[in-house]
C-alpha cells in the first residue's frame, strides 16, 4: 500500500508478528483476551472499517436492560424517578439474547411474555433495623421471576402446541439471563441502588427488555471501545499542542513498541494512510466480549447485504449483470490507500473549482480544473 506500511514488519518485540502487508483482506492479532477484555490488532483495512467495527460493537449488539419499572413501595430517600434510572443502567447477563429473545416490539404479547421479556423484582425493608446503621440496597438483590407465558419446565422439553420460532427461543434461552452482572460472585462488588433506614422500605417489579444502546447506552455489551492507529504521528493526522517540545510533553503509548520509529530525514509522504488499528474493548459483563466481536462482524455483513439490496432495488440492477469495474464496488476496491490519498487531493481541487464556476473566474485548483463542472455536478 505505501512504504510506510512495508516497513513495519521490523517491529520492536521480536515475539510477536503483525499481520501486515499490501492486501485488502482484514488480519486481526488478538493480543489479549479475557471473557470481559481483549486487545488485538487490526490490519489490512481502511479506517472506515476500523470505525464501523467500532461502532458496531459499541452500538448494535444487543443486550437486556431494565427498561420499565414498577413501583409497590418506595419509602427510601431516592425518589421512583432515579431508582428507576440506577436500576436500567444494571448489566445484566445476556449471554446469547440475540438468539434466546424477541424484540418486544416482534412479539405478539401485550405487556412482555417469556419470550421477549426478563422479569425481576426487587423487594427489601428495613422495618426492624435498628436506628443509625442504614442497609444499602444492591443489584445483587434483584432476583429474576418467572415472566408471564413461562413454558412449563418439563422432563419432556417444551410443551407441543408452541412454533418452530418459540422452540428455537426457547433452545438458545440462558439460564442465568437476566441476572445482574456480579450477582453471587464474591470478587465482585455490588452496585449500590440506594441506601434505607429503619422503617424504609422499597418493592419494584421491573421488565427488562431486549435492545442496542443506538436507542439507549444502557443496551450497550462494552463499557469501551476504541482504537489508537499510527502512534508516531506519522501521518500527521494529530497537531500536538505543547509548552516547548512536543517528544517530551507527549510520551508515546504503549502500541508504539509495534511500530517502527519515523526517521526524521525522510520526506513526508502524504500518500500514507493508516494500516494497523490497535483496539480495546472492554465488556460490562452482560456478554463475553469475543461474543460481541462476533455478533458485530455478522451485524455488519447484515448491514452490508441490506445496504447492496437497497441499491440494486433503487438502481433496478441486479449484480449478475454488473460488468467489470462498474456499478456495486467490492469492499476493499476503490478504498486501497493510492485512491485513498487521492481522494484527498481532488477534494482540495473540487472546492477551489467550485468557486471558480460559480463566479465565472478565481480559476480551478489542480485535479478538476478545465472541467468546467464542480465534482458534486458532475
Ligand atoms: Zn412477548
Redesign the pocket.
Known amino acids: 500500500m505505501n512504504g510506510y506500511a512495508e516497513e513495519q514488519p521490523q517491529a520492536a518485540q521480536e515475539q510477536i508478528q503483525i499481520p501486515q502487508g499490501p492486501t485488502n483482506q482484514p488480519n486481526i492479532l488478538v493480543r489479549n483476551l479475557n471473557r470481559d477484555e481483549t486487545t488485538f490488532h487490526l490490519s489490512g483495512v481502511d479506517m472506515a472499517y476500523a470505525n464501523s467495527l467500532r461502532r458496531t460493537m459499541m452500538a448494535d449488539v444487543p443486550t437486556l436492560a431494565i427498561d420499565q419499572v414498577s413501583f409497590y413501595q418506595n419509602t427510601s430517600p431516592i425518589p421512583d424517578e432515579m431508582l428507576a434510572h440506577r436500576l436500567g443502567m444494571v448489566p445484566l447477563i445476556s449471554r446469547d439474547v440475540g438468539k434466546g429473545l424477541?424484540y418486544?416490539r416482534d412479539?405478539?404479547?401485550d405487556e412482555?411474555?417469556?419470550?421477549?421479556?426478563v422479569t425481576l423484582r426487587l423487594k427489601v425493608s428495613a422495618v426492624n433495623r435498628e436506628y443509625g446503621s442504614p442497609m444499602a440496597v444492591t443489584s445483587d438483590m434483584l432476583e429474576v421471576i418467572p415472566s408471564?407465558?413461562t413454558p412449563q419446565q418439563s422432563p419432556y422439553g417444551p410443551p407441543p402446541d408452541i412454533g418452530e420460532e418459540e422452540r428455537e427461543l426457547i433452545a438458545h434461552h440462558d439460564p442465568e439471563l437476566g441476572v445482574p452482572v456480579g450477582k453471587g460472585d464474591p470478587t465482585a462488588s455490588p452496585i449500590q441502588l440506594a441506601r434505607i433506614s429503619r422503617g424504609q422500605e422499597i418493592e419494584v417489579v421491573c421488565k427488562a427488555y431486549k435492545g442496542i444502546a443506538k436507542h439507549h447506552a444502557k443496551w450497550s455489551p462494552l463499557s469501551a471501545v476504541a482504537y489508537e492507529y499510527d502512534p508516531y504521528n506519522k501521518l500527521r493526522h494529530t497537531d500536538y499542542w505543547f509548552e516547548t517540545d512536543a517528544a517530551a510533553e507527549w510520551p508515546l503509548s504503549a502500541n508504539a513498541n509495534f511500530e517502527t520509529p519515523p526517521n526524521p530525514n525522510e520526506p513526508f509522504d502524504f500518500n500514507a494512510v493508516p494500516s494497523t488499528y490497535y483496539m480495546t474493548a472492554e465488556s460490562v459483563g452482560s456478554v463475553p466480549v469475543r461474543s460481541v466481536f462476533e455478533q458485530a462482524c455478522d451485524i455488519m455483513v447484515e448491514n452490508l447485504a441490506q445496504v447492496i439490496l437497497a441499491v440494486q432495488q433503487e438502481t433496478g440492477v441486479d449484480e449478475d449483470e454488473i460488468g467489470e469495474g462498474e456499478g456495486i464496488v467490492e469492499p476493499g476496491m476503490g478504498m486501497n490507500g493510492g485512491e485513498y490519498g487521492g481522494g484527498y487531493d481532488q477534494n482540495g481541487g473540487g472546492y477551489d473549482q467550485w468557486n471558480g464556476g460559480g463566479g465565472g473566474g478565481g480559476g480551478g485548483g489542480p485535479g478538476w480544473a478545465g472541467t468546467g463542472m464542480s465534482p458534486l455536478r458532475r
Open positions: 424477541r418486544t412479539c405478539d404479547c412482555g411474555c417469556y419470550y421477549c421479556m408471564p407465558n
